[in-house]
């Protein structure tokens, strides 16, 4: 257990509106991630961390947008929710001194309808 | 480009036998390799991995992984299959991206099958 939390941990949405997924860690982990998960497509990443105010962009970062004011919360943000979007959302964090070692949170189940 | 293949959607075992799950990878340099597993309706968890050293690597639930370089594998085994590992497995590979970062590449997911 790595101390990672997620809320909500289920959301149903209409489409347009905007979103906020948090996650939340209680160890002072520097680098924080962001993925989603679909059939067939694995685990891609959206968003990650390496600081406060320090983000970048991953492999899907359209419509999605990032906020890290604080070492324990990283906020995700859909700015207008579409029904692509409708997903599975993992926060991750990575330990460090355990060479790229990632561990996630209970995930968020989005639906956009 | 750089990628992870898990050639096996879906692995059928029957429980006391043993079980492979197979994942190959294709990255420059020297990557670090990684094992996680999925219950249904969770996070994923850490397994194993491997960054230097011998070859065979041993992890949680009795599972071990097996590196080898010439055949850019990292396949993960277990002597001795339980219902209860019944999950979706995910192999990932870090390596270094155009930035000079390194970020974890995700096999697709294979899922297994335990029967009693």
């Known amino acids: 257990d790595a101390g990672i939390t997620q809320s909500p941990r289920h959301k149903v949405t209409e489409t347009g509106t905007p979103v906020t997924l948090r996650c939340h860690q209680t160890?002072?982990?520097?680098?924080m991630y962001w993925y989603r998960q679909d059939p067939g497509h694995g685990l891609r990443l959206i968003h990650y961390?390496?600081?406060?105010?320090?983000?970048d962009k991953g492999e899907v970062s359209d419509g999605y947008s990032v906020s890290r004011s604080k070492t324990e919360d990283f906020l995700l943000t859909l700015e207008s929710a579409t029904s692509s979007q409708t997903s599975v959302y993992f926060c991750?964090?990575?330990?460090?001194?355990?060479?790229?070692?990632?561990?996630f949170g209970p995930g968020t189940r989005l639906t956009v309808l | 480009a750089q990628s992870v293949a898990q050639p096996e959607d879906q692995v059928n075992v029957a429980e006391g036998n043993p079980l492979t799950v197979k994942c190959t990878y294709s990255v420059s340099g020297n990557p670090y390799l990684f094992w996680y597993v999925q219950y249904p309706n969770r996070g994923l968890q850490f397994l194993l991995k491997y960054i230097t050293g011998d070859n065979l690597v041993k992890g949680s639930y009795g599972f071990e992984a097996e590196f080898n370089k010439s055949q850019t594998s990292f396949h993960l085994k277990k002597p001795s299959a339980l219902v209860s590992d019944s999950a979706l497995y995910f192999c990932a590979v870090s390596a270094f991206n155009a930035g000079n970062n390194r970020k974890l590449i995700w096999g697709l997911g294979t899922s297994l099958a335990v029967n009693p």
């Open positions: 160890e002072n982990h520097r680098y």
């Open positions: 991750a964090i990575r330990k460090a001194g355990e060479g790229d070692t990632q561990y």
């Open positions: 961390s390496y600081g406060v105010k320090d983000t």
